[in-house]
Nanobody, 120 residues
Framework: VQLQASGGGLVQPGGSLRLSCAAS????????MGWYRQAPGKQRELVAV???????NLQNSVKGRFTISRDNAKKTAYLQMNSLKPEDTAIYYC???????????????WGQGTQVTVSS
């Protein structure tokens, strides 16, 4: 099982980016999916999560600006980030709780980080 994150980049304040997190491999079921971020010198923090039924929860600092969604058929989660601020600059990591189809074990998987830089 692998998670592949993409969509990061450099954007000006007020701009938008959309991150994607695609799961692949021997997957039986995907439960919750989410995004964390880690800024330089800071601890990793939860940004947004979405359950398999579509219930979402976002960190207060991104509510109204970020939206998390998922396409279960594509095994992909998205993080739409609007009105970006310099303090959103961080490496963003996606994660998912997945039950594998070969071992029937439920485990948390992490994607590689994708850099988001908000700067003029």
């Amino acid at each position: 099982v692998q998670l592949q994150a993409s969509g990061g980049g450099l954007v000006q304040p007020g701009g938008s980016l959309r991150l994607s997190c695609a799961a692949s491999g021997s997957i039986f079921s995907i439960y919750g999916m989410g995004w964390y971020r880690q800024a330089p010198g800071k601890q990793r923090e939860l940004v947004a999560v979405i359950t398999s039924e579509g219930t979402t929860n976002l960190q207060n600092s991104v509510k109204g600006r970020f939206t998390i969604s998922r396409d279960n058929a594509k095994k992909t989660a998205y993080l739409q980030m609007n009105s970006l601020k310099p303090e959103d600059t961080a490496i963003y990591y996606c994660c998912a709780d997945i039950r594998g189809s070969t071992d029937n074990r439920r485990s948390r998987y992490w994607g590689q980080g994708t850099q988001v830089t908000v700067s003029s």
